[in-house]
């Protein structure tokens, strides 16, 4: 067995994002993306065992990467609203800074396959994230609904603005910023 050589992961991991985005995860075949890479076809199977298997590691890697860049200086300290405030920021910030990233998550949650991740996989990652949304609602200050019914209203906005922001290429000033926030922790927030 040949060792595995970190630099060949990372630019098939790179190569098959860049595909997806380009031409759809039907239409990105593994020799495409070996081809991409500028490795054998034979190369991918030493890491991937086969294409759901590469696609599912690349998902919940970028979903690590998106957790850690959510969660950046969030401190138990903060207040419920500024906590949320950060949160909702850095991932705007995220989604301006990793555009790819964004756009293969999306085309990855809108497939069939999303369904083979092990939600642990996937969340396990944003569990302070759920933890400040417990805390907020067990002091009344977040609305006592579900976690899914709070991240529609609060984040999904944000998704479609950064989407807006990727495929326009304008991105929101600091008052847009603070009006779309406003909204957000309006539909989330016991007033």
Known sequence: MRPKDES???AILNSAMVLINTYGLAHT?????????GVSPA???IYF???????ITLYVEVKREMSRAILDSLDDDLEIRDAFRLMWENLYAYYLAYPDHFVF?????NAPIVDAVEKEDAEGFFAPFTHLIERGQDAGVLKPVS????????FHPL????KQHVKEGTAMDDEGLEAAFSCAWDAVAIS
């Not at 075949?29 to 890479?37: H, V």
């Not at 065992?49 to 696609?55: A, P, Q, T, W």
């Open 105 to 109: 998550a999306e085309q990855f949650c």
């Open 29 to 37: 075949s593994m020799s495409k993306i070996a081809r991409e890479a």
């Open 159 to 162: 998704t479609q603005l950064a």
């Open 49 to 55: 065992e086969n294409k759901d298997h590469l696609l």
């Open 43 to 45: 190369t991918i199977y």
């Open 8 to 10: 060949k992961r990372e």
């Open 147 to 154: 976690l899914d019914l709070l991240l529609a209203f609060a």
